[in-house]
């Protein structure tokens, strides 16, 4: 069984049914992965789960590693999502209160269940293509972003070179925040506190 899965590529679930059952078994993973660790992950256990036939798991996913990958994927999407949503909302914001609104929608994007968060940046191995594609919509929705402030900014400013520093930075500290701000430090505090970096440095 193993030989004739190797190399085959996720099939794309296209009818309801189909994606329903592509998000019953993510929704097992998760749930195997908070109630019994990474260590209990395995297709039988997860189609078990689910409540699909191991065959049905193999439709969609040829092996474990690209359950992970779309479980990644599927976390990215939420976060690509609330981005988007967020520099619509703030269409018309001054470049603070932009990036402020995006700092918060970042952070609380990652708070709706925090435990899944952890696991998924220390646990759950991902495929490098997933999280590169999300750091290039990153890159575009600031690059947008500061195009359209430009008189907020000097004249000599690059903005590929501005917005590839702004995505990374806002990524960066957002991650840090959440699981590795001192002690002492409230989430508040380091809204603001990467805000005022991220304005130092556009200012500069």
Known sequence: MKSSRRGLRTRKPRQRRSRQT???????????LKREGFDSVTTNRIAEVAGVSIGSLYQYFPDKKAIFVALHARHLE??????????VEHASSRLDTLLGAMVDAMIEAHLDDPE????????VPHGA???KHFAERLHSVFRLALASRAQELKESRDLDSLSFVVAHMVESLCHGALSRRPPGMSLRDAKTQ??????AYLRA
């Open 194 to 199: 990467i805000v005022r970096a991220l304005m």
């Open 22 to 32: 592509v998000e019953a078994i993510l929704d097992a993973v998760v749930r195997i």
């Open 129 to 131: 293509d997933g999280a």
């Open 116 to 123: 899944l968060y952890e696991l998924l940046a220390t646990e």
């Open 78 to 87: 939420h976060i690509d999502r609330v981005i988007q949503s967020t520099l």
